[in-house]
C-alpha cells in the first residue's frame, strides 16, 4: 500500500470515528436535556459543581492517553458547558441580584427618602463621629441644603491600630440624636455580626464597608434585617465579587440593598483610590440594584469631588457620597479629605447647576 493510500485510509477510519463522536454527543445532550427537566421538576439547581467534579475525576482516573489528561478535563468541561447551555441554564438568571431575574429596577424608600427612582441622592456628613456639637452642626447644615440622609462614623476600621477608632456605640447614639433634630435618615457602618441588633434603633441604612465586603458572617446578618443595606465594592474587589457579596444579602431576606462603588486599589497614586466610574452602568445593567458614589473615598482629594460627582451622575449613578466637617483642619480622620461648610455649598451648587434632578429639599 502506498503511503497516500495509507493516509487516505486512515482519514476515512478517522472520518468514521467523528461521526462516531457526533452520535455520542448528540445522544449526551439529549440526555443533558432529559437531565435538566428532571431537576426542573426536583425544584433543584441544575448547575451542580459536585457532579462534575466526578466526571472530572473519572476522566483523570480513566484516561490512557495519549491525551495528557488536564487537556481532556478542558475538552470536557467545554462540554459540561454545552449541556448546561442546552438545560437552558444561566447562572446569572437564578442570582436574586441579577438584572436577567428581575427587570424592573429596584428603588429603596426610607422617611421620604428615595434610592433609584431616578432623581439621585447627595449622602453627607463627617468622616467619623466626634462629637455632637460636631454632628449636629453638619446635621443643621444639611438639612438647610436639602439633604435628606446624614453619613458618619461610629466605628471605624483604620488601617492603622493607634489612629481614632470612632466613639462606638456612643458615636452611634450622637449621630442619632443629632439626625432627629433635623429630620434626617442616618446611614452608617457596622462592623460586626454581634453589633447589629444594637445598633439597628440608631441606623436607617445599615453600610458595609469596603474591608467587609466579604465578611460573610456579616453580609448573611444584615441580611436578616428590614433595614436597608448600603453595600460598598472592596478595595481589590471584581466588579463579579461585588455582586455576589450583594447576592449573599439578598439571598438572606433582605432585597433593600445599594451598591457602593469606591474606588479600587491600583498602582495610581494621584488619588487615593482609582474611581472605576465603568463600574456604574455595568452594575445597572447586570442587577436591578441601585449604584452610588461615594466620590471621598475614591478620589481622596477636595479638588477632584466635584468633577468625580458630576462624572458618577452622568453614566447613571442613583447618588453620590461626600464627607464634610465644621472645621476639617481639625478633624480626628481623613482631615485632607473632606469639604468644610463653604466647599460643601460649592460643591452642591455645582452638581444642581448641571443636574438639576438631584433630589434635594431645602427648609
Known sequence: MSPQDQLNRLRREMDELNREMLDLLSRRGELAVEIGKVKRLQGVERYDPVREREMLDFIAAENRGPFETPR???LFKEMFKASAELQGEDR???????????????????????????????????????????????AEKLALSGV???????????????????????GLKLLKQAADRHDLRVISEIMTPGAIDSALPYVDIIQVGARNM???????????????????????ATIEEFIYAAEYIMASGNHQIILCERGIRTYERATRNTLDITA????????HLPVMV????????????????????????????????????????DAQQQLDFDQFDEFVNGLTTQFPQLDLVKK
Not at 214 to 233: A, C, H, M, S, Y
Not at 280 to 287: G, M, N, S
Open 214 to 236: 466579604q465578611n460573610f458572617d456579616l453580609l448573611k446578618e444584615v441580611g436578616k434585617t428590614d433595614k436597608p443595606v448600603l453595600l460598598k465594592r472592596g478595595l481589590s
Open 72 to 74: 481532556l478535563q478542558h
Open 294 to 333: 461615594d466620590v471621598t473615598h475614591s478620589t481622596g482629594r477636595r479638588d477632584l469631588l466635584l468633577p468625580a460627582a458630576k462624572a458618577a451622575l452622568a453614566v447613571g449613578a442613583d447618588g453620590v457620597m461626600v464627607e464634610m466637617h465644621p472645621n476639617p483642619a481639625i478633624a480626628l480622620s
Open 92 to 138: 446569572d438568571k437564578t442570582l436574586l441580584v441579577s438584572r436577567k431575574r428581575q427587570a424592573e429596577d429596584t428603588v429603596v424608600t426610607l422617611g421620604g427618602a428615595t434610592i433609584g427612582n431616578g432623581r439621585p441622592q447627595l449622602i453627607a456628613g463627617p468622616c467619623a463621629v466626634e462629637s455632637f456639637e460636631q454632628v449636629n452642626a453638619v
Open 148 to 170: 435628606k440622609i446624614m453619613r458618619g462614623g461610629a466605628y471605624k476600621p483604620r488601617t492603622s491600630p493607634y489612629d481614632f477608632q470612632g466613639l462606638g456605640f456612643d
Open 280 to 287: 456604574v452602568p455595568i452594575l445597572k445593567q447586570e442587577t
